[in-house]
């Protein structure tokens, strides 16, 4: 499918929640001890790592595309999927979750910066 001229629009769940709002500067320390606090959280939080990236995909390899990677990165990979996965989850599976999560955190930014830069010919 093409693109349109409007460009890539949002799903709906990212643009209700994406409403951010900026702090008052008096409030930024608080605001501060908030981010350690969430960092901290996040850092000691290793099984949810696990429950996002290592559950099984909804499609199969076959049903996708080839994409060439680095040596170094497919022998990193293995050794994840091996490891933390405990060979019940394949390379691919841990990819689709990567991909996933990426798109879902970061998916109002891509779009943005692809709206930016696509300029439509009509």
């Given at each position: ?10 799903p ?110 009509l």
């Amino acid at each position: 499918d093409g693109i349109k001229k409007e460009g890539l629009q949002l799903p709906p769940e990212l643009t209700e929640g994406s409403q951010k709002e900026v702090p008052n500067p008096k409030e930024l320390p608080s605001a501060k001890l908030e981010i350690k606090e969430k960092t901290r959280v996040k850092k000691t939080s290793e099984p949810d790592y696990e429950s996002i990236f290592f559950k099984r995909p909804d499609t199969n390899a076959r049903d996708g595309k080839t994409v060439y990677i680095r040596p170094d990165f497919h022998e990193k990979l293995s050794r994840i999927v091996q490891v933390i996965g405990e060979d019940k989850i394949t390379i691919y599976a841990y990819l689709d979750n990567l991909l996933n999560y990426h798109f879902q955190e970061f998916g109002e930014q891509i779009t943005k910066s692809f709206n930016d830069k696509y300029k439509p010919i009509l």
